[in-house]
Every structure is written in structure tokens, then in C-alpha cells.
């Protein structure tokens, strides 16, 4: 399931905008990769390149390469409705369809792929996604209740819950748990680096410490000046990083000098 991503000479563009320049690098399966940052340097412009949603924006493009195990997903017969499927998302705020159950909640995106599944198949899924995102325990007895009325902790853990339900090879995260308290973000952590035994997971973080705590490798980025690319500038295992940068801008954003 889990699967390698290489991003090959990757510049993206939003219409004239040149927001990332020639990123090179490679994503290994079964591992948390984390992109670090200042603001504007384009880690969620890179992020959603990856699983071809930077495109569904007005004149948005790429240029180079994103190879899934060597397979090229901006090659002309790839369906880009298949790469997001293959590749899951969950964003910054729990976006919980608001009108569904939490059961629906779960099976919509099986719906939409237009799976057909029996009631037992169903609920099967449904606990095990639940179960796969440690939300089981709290929501078992109210399936049928909507996915808004939980917190907000726990809906960011119904959406990782939905996204995992189409067994997904990759899971990209953009900044999870920026709108959550201190302990569902601990919560989020551990089930992070649970995901990791079956998934390939990338998260964009603002929080230091927590690509610290949950990260193998730690990707950083940067701007040379406001309107230039925003660039890779190391990549590392996050040990590496935090500790021993090769780069002084890497170490100076570490340290907090800068961003
Ligand atoms: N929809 C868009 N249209 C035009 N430019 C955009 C769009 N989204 C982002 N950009 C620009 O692309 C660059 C990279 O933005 P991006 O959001 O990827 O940065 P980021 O590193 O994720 O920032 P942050 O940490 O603030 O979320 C920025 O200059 C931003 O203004």
C-alpha cells in the first residue's frame, strides 16, 4: 500500500507566478516526511502537486515530474480523479461533510469511486477506518449522529478516518492539527505515527516540534526574496536536520533566527 514518491525537476506555477522552483527529491514509503518553513515558501503549493489539486485552481500548472513507485502522474493518460484517490488529504481545518452521519461520513468517498458494497462490508469498513484513526471507542454507539457534532479534535480524526477508507497509498497533510488543542494534537501525533506502518505520510507543519517528534525526514523550504520561487533548500532525516544542518538558512530557521 504504502508507496515511494520522487518529485523530478518540479516547478509550479500558479498562471505567470513562478511559486516553487526545481524541487528533487524523494519521498520513501512508510516513513512521515515533514516540509518546514517561513510563510509563502510553497510547502501546501508543493503538497497539493502531489496528488494533482494544485491544478483545480484557474491556470495553475506544472512542470517536471511526480513518479508514484515510477509512475508518472502527470503523464497524459493518467485520470487525475484516480491520483487524489490513491493519494488522500487532510487539511488544516476538519472538513466533516456537515449533513452526514459519521457512517456516511466514512463511506462516502466508496460512493463516490461508485463501489457497491453490502450492509456488512459496510459496517466492517466503517470500524475498521474508525478503529485505523483511534476514533472507534468514542463514536461507536452514535454512527448515525452527524460528523459535525464532535469536536474538533475528533472530526480531524473522522476525516483521516474517510480518507484511509479508500485504502489509500499516500496520505498528505496540510498542517492537521494548526486548528486543534494541545492534546488532540498529541492524539493526532500518535495516530500519525501509527499511519505510518501502512501509509506514506507528508505533513506540512508550522510547529517546530512537532516535525521534531512525529517526522522521519524533514524537508525545509525557503525564499531567497517575496515573489521569487520558493526552493528546497535541504532534506535530510529530521535528526539531521534539527541537529546538524548542512545549510546555515536551514539552522538559522531551526533556531528560530528567521520565518
Ligand atoms: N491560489 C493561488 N493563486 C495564486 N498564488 C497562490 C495561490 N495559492 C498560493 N499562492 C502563492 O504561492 C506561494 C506559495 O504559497 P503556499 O501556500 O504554497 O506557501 P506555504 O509555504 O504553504 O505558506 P503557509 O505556510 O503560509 O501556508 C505564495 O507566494 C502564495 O501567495
Redesign the pocket.
Given at each position: 500500500m504504502s508507496k515511494r514518491i520522487e518529485l523530478k525537476d518540479l516547478n509550479i506555477f500558479?498562471?505567470k507566478?513562478h511559486?516553487?522552483k526545481s524541487v528533487n527529491m524523494t519521498i520513501e514509503p512508510r516513513a512521515v516526511t515533514a516540509f518546514i518553513?517561513?510563510?509563502?515558501?510553497?510547502?501546501?503549493?508543493?503538497l497539493r502537486s502531489i496528488n494533482r489539486m494544485h491544478e483545480v485552481?484557474d491556470g495553475?500548472y506544472v512542470e517536471g515530474q511526480v513518479l508514484l513507485d515510477g509512475v508518472d502522474l502527470y503523464d497524459k493518460a493518467v485520470d487525475p480523479v484516480r491520483v487524489r484517490r490513491h493519494i488522500g488529504m487532510v487539511f488544516q481545518r476538519p472538513n466533516p461533510f456537515p449533513t452526514m452521519s459519521i457512517r456516511e461520513n466514512i463511506l462516502a468517498g466508496v460512493r463516490l469511486n461508485n463501489t457497491k458494497i453490502s450492509r456488512s462490508e459496510a459496517d466492517e469498513l466503517v470500524e475498521q477506518s474508525l478503529r485505523g484513526a483511534n476514533l472507534w471507542n468514542e463514536v461507536k454507539d452514535r454512527l448515525d449522529r452527524p460528523g459535525s457534532g464532535l469536536s474538533g479534535g475528533q472530526q480531524q480524526r473522522l476525516c483521516i478516518a474517510r480518507a484511509i477508507a479508500v485504502s489509500p497509498d499516500v496520505l498528505l497533510m496540510d498542517?492537521p492539527c494548526s486548528a486543534l488543542d494541545p492534546i488532540s494534537t498529541l492524539a493526532i501525533e500518535d495516530l500519525i505515527k501509527e499511519l505510518k506502518e501502512t501509509y506514506t505520510v507528508v505533513i506540512?507543519t508550522?510547529n517546530m516540534q512537532q516535525a521534531a517528534r512525529v517526522s522521519d525526514s524533514t524537508a525545509f523550504?525557503n525564499l531567497k526574496a517575496h515573489g521569487q520561487p520558493?526552493e528546497l533548500i535541504e532534506y535530510g532525516p529530521t535528526e539531521k536536520i534539527f541537529h546538524n544542518p548542512d545549510q546555515k538558512a536551514t539552522e538559522d530557521y531551526i533556531t528560530g533566527r528567521f520565518g
Open positions: 500558479y498562471g507566478f511559486a516553487v518553513g517561513s510563510s509563502g515558501c510553497g510547502k501546501s503549493t508543493v485552481i495553475a498542517e506540512v508550522h523550504f520558493g
